[in-house]
Structures are given as structure tokens and as C-alpha cells.
């Protein structure tokens, strides 16, 4: 019975979604109640042997015991079969309440920029020991090691032009691979000991380009330098960072502005001209210019999935080779994400670690067909496709620009909504024209869509809009819409974005209304963010303490009038203030949401 309750125990903890949540709890409610019919016969066979003494000494005979000793079973077994089916329809309402609390509380599934690590409790215990024996050292030998790195860089980048414009000859050379070994060194003092490479790393004149993937943290300057600190391209940010900055020179990198509009394409071209010269092996003062290294998704994500690669690496038509990189620990403390358990933690419990392993794969160079150089896009996700293959693990095709929308503290950016829409040709039908929602609200709630709350996947989008499936700008928008990563979005959200402009309009607000709420039913939390999100800008958390603060102004029986509530009061969230929030008070009313 200790071993059941366990279990049944052991179901509730938050690590188990999904399916595999409903077999484990459905195994322990069953477990529950076989455990009951057990204990029912047990008791009446108890109960009989406390009764035998009795039985016989009046002389019964022995088929009235046992008569009595079926009959004592059954009725035991009846009643506590009984109390087992009641307990687990109890169980499985709990689990079923669960499961709406999961969905009112938006847990997120699938979101690859999110990453949180649990530990077990038996391993607490020993993360712990070790960041009093373990760590201190390993962080001191590992800095003492990035120091002698540093000052190496400092020596080999003296007196050196820093355009970039030349690769590096003779001593400064030899340097460079001092610093890439004294980096790999200071990985092995913190712990980093195995490194398995499997593959053959392809000359420069067979692949000017490496394609390396996942990118996770960090710590992928460890793979990096394995493969022999080729050059890199990157934000132009990553310069200004102390230490990492000088390292970051001795590759002569190709440097990207993220903030400058033609930054990317200059540096799309800087590569394209760059890889032309590895490949056909071509020298400057003497000296060739090494592989270029590039991580095209752009981002760190949490290596469950490959996002969408950039094409800038696939622009110059050449073939690469894919690199992939797997990280086969017990607890995944290389992945730092957009939001998530702090890196700061990571890294310390990574430190903690007894060993950390890494598995560095080459695989067969990638030779583009006719199609492929002539659609870079194309190009890109059929490399991505081999990659994820040998990684065993999906594709999506999420962007590194999504990221800001599709975590609970980030905030999009209406304007860019609007760009997006304006590449697809629908600035003509959205924005002005309010009036012309009132036709898209009527075509929507007798549509087929109505049935399924308004909610379509990105083929049914696609289908819906009449526009090809190939278009990044209308995936990037099914993105922005798609802050619960469901794979999801709901079109009412879809179309009052189109007409956010006018936000502030009584007309907009009514059909705010009309599209969220009925007379029985009124605006859940989730239905708030999706109405408020976008328009104000606003982070789901800010949204979603906009909604509790306004809700404590209202009872869960009756509706207070407007005039109770000041809503063209400006809203203070987390230091900001966000003005003109003139909801009806028929939107803060609390109610079950829909799961789709």
C-alpha cells in the first residue's frame, strides 16, 4: 500500500504532460484499485479466522463456515471494490482538473527558447558537495587557463590591422592554435574530459563552410576549437564582450549588425566572396584563408528541436558540411536559452558535474543541386533535414526572430507585425477600415472554423488566406500568433492585430467583446492576452498582471457598472505605463477556456 500511494504520489509531480501523464496516472488509479480489493479480501479473511473459534464452538458445520466465509468475502470485496471505483474517479477528476489548470496557467509545450532544469532530489545532495570541494577548484585552474588564452591573444593580435581583410601568417598563426588549445584546456579543467568525434572533417577546398547544429550556450566553444577555430560568423555584439571579444579576433570573423538594415546583406556578400576564396584555394600574402564556421539558426535554443537556418550561409551556392553536435549528459546544463534557469546557474552546476560529455559528428559534405543554388531558402532546410536525421530529433520552422513573442517576458513589436503584413500585400484590407471587420466577424463565426474555436494550424492559415505555403513572411506571422507554441493560433487574435491600429476605437472594443465573449460566458485570462498582447505590446506576463489586477474590481455573481471603474487611468506594470485599457467590465469575468 506504501508502494501505491507512492506512485499515485509520484503522479502529481508538474515533469509528467501529455499522454504519457494520463498512462502513468490511469496504472496508479488502477493500481489503487486492485490494492482495495485486495484489502477487501484480506479483511473478510481476518474476520472469518476471528469468527472460526466462534463458528465452530456452536457446533456449525464446517459448509456453514465456509458458506459464511464466502459471504463475509463477497460482501468485503463488493464494498471495498466500491471505495476503489470512487477513489479513482476522484483521481481521474483530479487529473482532469489538473490538466485544466495546466492550460488556464498557458504551460507552453515544445517552445525551443525556453529551457528549465529539475534536478532530483538524490542529486542535490551531491551538486551540493561538489560546489564546495569540486567547483572552487575547477573554476580557478579554468580561469588561470583563460587567462594564459587571453594574454596569448593579446600578444597575437598586437601591432594587427583589425578590418579583417587578411588571414593570419606565420607566428601569428602558430598563436592562434596555442589559444585554441589553452581554450579546449580550460574546458578539460572544468570538467569537459570526453570528447568522442566521429566523421572526417572535409578540406577547404571540398567545403568552404561548416554548418554547425544545435547551437546551445556558451560551451559550443569547445566544439569550435576542436575543429580547429576556423572563422566564425557573428553579431558584431559579441565583440564588445570582455575577453570573448579578443578571442573572437583571431578568427577573423564576418561580423553581422543586427541593428543596421544593410549589415546583413554586406555580410552576406563578405561571405559569399570569403567562401569563393577558401574553395578555390586561393592565397593572400602566402597564406590561405581558413573554413568558415557558422550556426544557422542564429540563437541558442534548447536542442529538442532545429529551428530554421538561416540562408546567408547557403547564398554563395558552394557546398558545406554539416557538423553536429550532441551533448549525451544526464541533466542538460550546456543549453542556455532566451528564458529558462539563469545561466549563471547552469554554468555553476555544470562545473559541478563529475563529467561532461560531447559528441562532435562530421557528416558526408552536402553538394547542392541546380534547384538548391538557385533558392538558398530551399537549400538551407534540406540541409537542415540531413542534420536532424542524424540528430534524431523534428524540425520546426520557428525563427530566430520569433523569440521575443514566444516567451512569457518577451515583447513583440507591433510595427514589425504590420512590415510582415505589408511584404504579403495585405496592407489594402487591414488597419483603417473597422467597419470592414464587422464582415470578416460575420464570415468567421458561421465558417467551419467556429466549431473548432476559431482555432487553425498553419496549413489551414495558408488555406484560408490563399497564399503559398513557401512564404517566410507568412509563417512569421502564424509565429507571432503562436505565443502558446501549440502549433496553433486563433484567428479572432489573427484579424483584431490586422485592425489594431485603431485599438482605442468603441468599435474595436465591441468586437473585442463580441468575439470573446457570449452572454453566458465571459473573457478568460487567456482570451485577454490574446487581445491585449500585441496592441499594447505587451509581455504575457505584463498581460496577464494587467488582467488580475483588473479582475479584483469585479465580482464572480454580478456585473459592476462601468462607471465603478476608472479604465482611462493609466496601468502601472513592472515600472511601465500602459494607458487607454477601456474594457468593459464584461471582459474580466472569469471563466474555463477552451483547449485547442
Not at 484489502?39 to 479473511?45: C, I, S, T, V, Y
Not at 472460526?52 to 471494490?81: E, G, M, R, T, W
Not at 583589425?162 to 588571414?167: D, L, S, V
Not at 513572411?473 to 491600429?501: G, H, P, T
Amino acid at each position: 500500500m506504501n508502494t501505491t500511494f507512492l506512485i499515485t504520489a509520484f503522479c502529481d509531480l508538474s515533469e509528467f504532460e501529455g499522454q504519457s501523464a494520463i498512462v502513468v496516472r490511469l496504472f496508479s488509479a488502477s493500481t489503487v484499485s486492485v490494492s482495495f480489493c485486495k484489502l477487501g479480501m484480506f479483511n473478510a479473511w481476518r474476520f472469518s479466522r476471528h469468527n472460526q473459534a466462534l463458528i465452530f464452538s456452536s457446533n456449525y458445520p464446517k459448509a456453514n463456515y465456509f458458506s459464511n466465509f464466502l459471504f463475509n468475502s463477497f460482501v468485503a470485496v463488493c464494498i471495498y471494490s466500491r471505495i476503489a471505483t470512487f477513489n479513482t474517479y476522484l483521481f481521474l477528476l483530479q487529473m482532469n482538473r489538473s490538466s485544466i489548470s495546466t492550460a488556464d496557467n498557458m504551460q507552453w509545450t515544445g517552445n525551443p527558447f525556453e529551457h528549465f532544469v529539475s534536478i532530483a532530489a538524490k542529486d542535490r545532495l551531491k551538486y551540493a558537495f561538489m560546489s564546495i570541494v569540486l567547483a572552487p577548484i575547477r573554476i580557478a585552474l579554468a580561469g588561470i587557463m583563460f587567462g594564459m588564452a587571453y594574454m596569448a591573444a593579446i600578444i597575437t593580435l598586437f601591432n594587427l590591422d583589425t578590418n579583417f581583410e587578411n588571414p593570419l601568417n606565420g607566428w601569428r598563426q602558430t598563436s592562434k592554435d596555442i589559444v585554441a588549445q589553452l581554450i579546449i584546456m580550460s574546458h578539460f579543467m572544468m570538467g569537459f574530459h570526453r570528447v568522442k568525434v566521429k566523421g572526417r572533417r572535409a578540406l577547404p577546398t571540398e567545403a568552404p563552410i561548416l554548418v554547425i547544429a544545435p547551437h546551445s550556450s556558451f560551451f559550443d566553444t569547445l566544439p569550435f576549437c576542436c575543429i580547429g577555430a576556423p572563422s566564425v560568423v557573428g553579431k558584431k555584439s559579441l565583440m564588445k564582450i570582455p575577453f570573448f571579444g579578443k578571442l573572437l579576433s583571431l578568427t577573423k570573423p564576418i561580423l553581422v549588425d543586427r541593428n543596421e538594415k544593410g549589415s546583413r546583406s554586406s555580410a552576406a556578400h563578405e561571405l559569399k566572396q570569403r567562401a569563393n576564396l577558401v574553395f578555390n584555394g586561393a592565397k593572400n600574402n602566402g597564406m590561405q584563408w581558413p573554413q568558415i564556421a557558422i550556426f544557422p539558426e542564429g540563437t541558442c535554443t534548447n536542442r529538442s528541436q532545429l529551428i530554421s537556418f538561416k540562408p546567408g550561409a547557403f547564398m554563395a551556392q558552394l557546398p558545406v558540411q554539416p557538423v553536429c553536435l550532441r551533448w549525451p549528459n544526464k541533466y542538460d546544463f550546456v543549453s542556455w536559452t532566451w528564458e529558462g534557469t539563469a545561466p549563471l546557474k547552469l554554468f555553476w552546476l555544470s562545473v559541478c558535474q563529475l563529467q561532461t560529455n560531447l559528441e562532435i559528428e562530421f557528416l558526408p559534405v552536402y553538394v547542392p543541386n541546380e534547384a538548391e543554388k538557385g533558392d538558398a531558402n530551399l537549400y538551407a532546410r534540406n540541409v537542415r533535414a540531413v542534420m536532424a536525421r542524424c540528430l534524431q530529433i523534428p524540425t520546426d520552422d520557428y525563427y530566430v526572430e520569433d523569440a521575443r513573442y514566444l516567451t512569457l517576458h518577451g515583447k513583440g513589436k507591433l510595427e514589425e507585425f504590420f512590415d510582415l503584413l505589408n511584404r504579403l500585400n495585405m496592407s489594402l484590407s487591414v488597419g483603417e477600415d473597422l467597419h470592414s471587420l464587422q464582415a470578416v466577424w460575420n464570415y468567421l463565426r458561421h465558417s467551419e472554423f467556429s466549431a473548432k474555436h476559431f482555432a487553425v494550424t498553419y496549413n489551414e492559415f495558408q488555406s484560408y488566406l490563399h497564399f503559398p505555403k513557401d512564404q517566410i513572411s507568412l509563417r512569421r506571422v502564424f509565429n507571432i500568433m503562436d505565443w502558446q507554441c501549440r502549433r496553433r493560433i486563433d484567428l479572432r487574435e489573427f484579424w483584431l492585430a490586422c485592425f489594431s491600429k485603431k485599438y482605442t476605437s468603441p468599435i474595436y472594443l465591441d468586437y473585442c467583446q463580441k468575439m470573446f465573449s457570449t452572454t453566458v460566458e465571459c473573457l478568460s485570462e487567456v482570451d485577454f492576452v490574446k487581445i491585449v498582447r500585441l496592441p499594447y505590446e505587451l509581455s504575457v506576463a505584463e498581460a496577464r498582471q494587467l488582467y488580475e489586477r483588473r479582475k479584483r474590481f469585479f465580482s464572480s455573481q454580478e456585473r459592476i457598472p462601468s462607471s465603478d471603474v476608472d479604465f482611462q487611468k493609466p496601468m502601472i506594470v513592472e515600472r511601465k505605463k500602459f494607458s487607454s485599457f477601456n474594457f468593459p467590465p464584461i471582459f474580466l469575468r472569469r471563466r474555463c477556456i477552451e483547449v485547442y
